[in-house]
Nanobody, 116 residues
Framework: DVQLQASGGGLVQPGGSLRLSCAAS????????MSWFRQAPGKGPGWISW????????AYADAVKGRFTFSRDNTKNTVYLQMNDLTPEDTAVYYC?????????WGKGTQVTVSS
């Protein structure tokens, strides 16, 4: 039974920081590439970041590059998204995603609201 759920969201002021986590189980986490997606109100989901299975390579969407950092700890089966210098445009539900040997897994999201 695959478990994949983001946590750590909440309300933060513009310019603030937040760290999201996603703990995984039920698949071979150490061989899976992971991504973060987000979905703003009234919008479709959009990809924001990717990390390879070993954690040595990352990629970011232009909207978050330089502000967000994707990392993983394979000993804990957990990925993290450090978000800095947040703006209201970052308000969205954030989802973690895994791809392991051609199989896709979607987690439950966590709400991030950036507002003064």
């Amino acid at each position: 039974d695959v478990q994949l759920q983001a946590s750590g969201g909440g309300l933060v002021q513009p310019g603030g920081s937040l760290r999201l986590s996603c703990a995984a189980s039920g698949f071979t986490f150490g061989s899976a590439e992971m991504s973060w997606f987000r979905q703003a109100p009234g919008k479709g989901p959009g990809w924001i970041s990717w990390i390879n299975s070993g954690g040595g390579s990352t990629a970011y969407a232009d909207a978050v590059k330089g502000r967000f950092t994707f990392s993983r700890d394979n000993t804990k089966n957990t990925v993290y998204l450090q978000m800095n210098d947040l703006t209201p445009e970052d308000t969205a539900v954030y989802y973690c995603y895994a791809r392991d040997r051609g199989t896709d897994y979607w987690g439950k999201g966590t709400q991030v609201t950036v507002s003064s």
